[in-house]
């Protein structure tokens, strides 16, 4: 079912740093989307359970639970957690497992933070949502 007009995409942002999460968040908000946020994994794997947004940008360096442990537990959880659009943001170098771990747990992206502006991260996550298939 796709979403109305007067609907808004929810999208969950899992960040430790406010310096990120607060004007990532903005520009969603912006761009038309509901945003909720937590500041670590273990948060952010109760609340995306919870509210199963439609997106879910992730960071991966956090306190309490790393993004890879939330990401793996969420896949797990059943079929919400199985079909959410997941993003990962780091400011790690991309290595081979972790390409390998992000492929294993589509439909999932990777971006480092430092490659990326604001505006090119809320396209990615209109392009994400795009391809979404029906009935989602």
């Not at 896949?75 to 943001?89: A, C, T």
């Not at 990777?110 to 979404?132: F, G, H, I, P, Q």
Request: proline fraction near 4%.
């Amino acid at each position: 079912m796709e979403k109305t007009t007067k609907e808004k995409y929810t999208i969950a942002i899992i960040e430790d740093e406010v310096v990120m999460s607060k004007p990532l968040a903005e520009a969603l908000e912006e761009a038309g989307f509901e945003v909720i946020k937590a500041s670590d994994g273990k948060a952010g794997l109760y609340m995306v359970l919870k509210e199963e947004p439609d997106l879910i940008l992730l960071d991966i360096v956090m306190p309490n639970m790393d993004g890879m442990t939330m990401m793996n537990m969420l896949r797990k959880s059943g079929e919400f957690g199985k079909h959410v659009p997941i993003i990962l943001l780091t400011n790690l170098n991309v290595d081979d497992k972790a390409i390998s771990d992000v492929a294993k747990y589509e439909p999932a992206y990777y971006l480092v933070k430092s490659e990326y502006t604001l505006d090119e991260v809320v396209a990615k996550v209109r392009n994400c949502l795009k391809e979404l298939p029906s009935g989602q």
